[in-house]
């Protein structure tokens, strides 16, 4: 019961530190009693003795009590707790052990006031990005600093020449485009979601390797090399007459697809897949889809589907998921994905299974030969 109390004081500590950035006076927090009522005089004595040792006197702080008259049939006649009223931001801190954290989170809020005034609005939708970035505060000011008064169009995120490490603006990046959002927005690019669109900076193109299961293509197209790294942009541009389009989610599984007459297999790096429209040979290409069976590996498959409609999947039906139960492994995150409208019945039925159980398999859990006595029937 008084740890009940103790919860409910906790859930006013992020209010508190928005009113505190704010600026505005603290305000007595009133706790309503419980209306359950101990059932023994054992139970009530050693309740009320909780309560009161967290009581507020002369040489103490705590919260104070209000007590109302209690009429019970078991324990006679008795005083109980009508409401817990903690005064002052002093009893307050006490209480919930919060003494020490609140003054270096007051510290570095004055350090930040001190930078620039008018981030408190910021600061006071995210309390919690005060202390949470304690120790990167400083660089993140400088490099807010020096993008709001340079120029860095044509530059490249980790080129900009800002007195911070090259990593700090790309780990950061989230924080510093918030920060210039709301100081500055005039300044961004419309609607932009990261840093690179924000300030017109140029974007690292994103190569997806190509392995050729066909030599003698490989020898003919692309001087024999067995591998090689493509945009989705100049993949648009070619006009292969390709048989076979193997997309694999995994890395691993690009080398473990066998030789196949006029064929290529590519990594599509997860979610990047959805990069891969509007090419011209998918659509005549038989295209399969090797993923994770996951919730994520799904999502995937019904994506890509949507936008190629002949698109086979390999090794994520319910066959394959029951042939490697003892592979199957309980994941932390919970299913949440609901109807996927593009999957066949039998991926939809290895998902159910999945998503009941709360599992994954990954690809490289499959055997071998399972694998290769799969293929022989492709």
């Known amino acids: 019961m008084i740890a009940a109390f103790r919860q409910q004081l906790e859930r006013f500590y992020k209010s508190y530190l928005t009113t505190t950035i704010l600026g505005e006076p603290f305000s007595p927090i009133i706790l309503r009693g419980e209306k359950a009522k101990p059932a023994t005089m054992a139970d009530l004595q050693k309740i009320v003795s909780l309560f009161l040792q967290n009581e507020k006197s002369e040489t103490k702080r705590g919260w104070s009590i209000e007590w109302t008259d209690w009429n019970s049939k ?5 005083k109980w707790v009508s409401k817990i009223i903690v005064e002052t931001e002093d009893d307050f801190l006490y209480l919930i052990q919060k003494e020490q954290e609140v003054i270096a989170f007051k510290n570095q809020l004055s350090f930040l006031l001190k930078w620039r005034p008018e981030v408190r609005l910021f600061l006071a939708e995210r309390p919690a990005r005060v202390l949470n970035f304690k120790e990167a505060w400083k660089d993140i000011q400088q490099v807010v ?23 700090f603006m790309e780990k950061h990046q989230s924080l510093i485009l918030s920060l210039l959002k709301f100081i500055a927005p005039g300044k961004l690019v419309a609607d932009s979601i990261n840093l690179e669109r924000a300030l017109d900076l140029k974007s690292k193109p994103l190569l ?13 197209l692309m001087h024999g090399m067995e591998f090689t790294g493509v945009t989705a942009e100049w993949l648009r541009q070619v006009r292969w007459t390709i048989n076979e389009v193997w997309l694999v989610e995994n890395e691993t599984n690009l080398y473990l697809v066998p030789p196949r007459k006029n064929a290529i297999a590519l990594f599509s790096k997860g979610y990047a897949i959805s990069q891969l429209r509007d090419i011209h ?5 038989k295209i399969y ?27 994520m039906d319910e066959h394959t998921l029951i042939s490697h139960a003892v592979e199957l492994v309980k994941q932390e995150a919970v299913y949440k994905t609901g109807l996927l409208p593009f999957l066949t019945k039998e991926e939809q039925a290895a998902f159910n299974i999945l998503k009941h159980h709360n599992g994954r398999l990954e690809q490289e859990r499959i055997r071998q030969d399972y694998i290769t006595d799969r293929l022989l029937y492709l």
Request: overall charge negative; aromatic content about 16%.
């Open 281 to 285: 040979f998918f659509n005549t290409a």
């Open 208 to 220: 997806y390797t190509v392995r050729w299961l066909d030599k003698d293509m490989s020898q003919q």
């Open 289 to 315: 889809y090797w993923g994770d069976l996951d919730e994520d590996g799904y999502k995937m498959l019904n994506g890509m589907r949507a936008c190629y409609p002949h698109v086979s999947s390999v090794f």
């Open 74 to 78: 078991i324990v006679g006649r008795q």
């Open 145 to 167: 600093d020096y993008l709001l008064v340079h120029d860095v169009t044509g530059y490249y995120v980790r080129s900009i020449p800002v007195p911070v490490h090259t990593k």
